[in-house]
């Protein structure tokens, strides 16, 4: 068996264009993102209960022993239940982008620190797969010399309905049928 180098692959897996770049209508295009269950309006409301309820709670040991630092108890957890939501906002910014061309699957991570992570191959040679391991309907894409994790944030449902409509994209263009 003989193998390529792995700059022989690349150079002849892409198309002219950059597949990260293109302007044509893809066969297939989604976008995926985490569930954002608490808008706005939710985390407010949230907020403002446990603050009240917080300050009911401490009030009476406060009025008690007539030492502010006791204000502490009720300041810090309500700080950290803050911080962490702010910090469950931040993480729900990482999006998916999948786009199959006839010729080039393109898949585009966007972290939320604003770090991309690109990956494209050819449809003909990409194995979408689905696994029970490590997690349950675990979807991967491998292609390129390289395996992708792809909705790892998403339901498992949810997974197997994306790889169905994967594979429904891949078969209108009579590739891996």
Same mark, same amino acid.
């Given at each position: ?70 204000? +502490?108890? @009720? ?5 950290? #239940?803050?911080? &962490?939501?702010?910090?469950?906002? !931040?993480?729900?910014?990482? =999006? ?44 991967? +894409?491998? @292609? ?5 994790? #792809?909705?790892? &944030?998403?339901?498992?449902?949810? !997974?197997?309905?994306?790889? =169905? ?13």
């Amino acid at each position: 068996m003989h193998f390529r180098p792995s700059s022989f692959v690349r150079q002849h897996m892409t198309s002219d264009t950059d597949p990260f770049e293109r302007t044509d209508e893809p066969v297939y295009h989604i976008t995926l993102w985490p569930n954002r269950s608490l808008n706005a309006v939710g985390f407010r409301n949230t907020m403002i209960l446990v603050v009240v309820g917080a300050g009911i709670g401490i009030t009476p040991l406060v009025m008690a022993t007539s030492n502010l630092w006791m204000l +502490l108890f @009720g300041i810090i957890p309500v700080a950290t #239940l803050f911080l &962490f939501f702010m910090r469950n906002y !931040r993480d729900g910014r990482l =999006t998916e982008e999948l786009r199959i061309y006839p010729n080039v699957i393109a898949v585009e991570r966007r972290e939320p620190s604003g770090k991309i992570h690109r990956w494209h191959a050819k449809p003909y040679w990409v194995k979408v797969r689905l696994q029970d391991e490590p997690i349950e309907h675990y979807l991967t +894409l491998e @292609g390129n010399q390289r395996t992708i994790e #792809l909705g790892a &944030f998403l339901s498992p449902e949810e !997974r197997l309905t994306l790889k =169905t409509e994967i594979d429904d994209a891949l078969r209108k263009l009579d590739i891996n049928a």
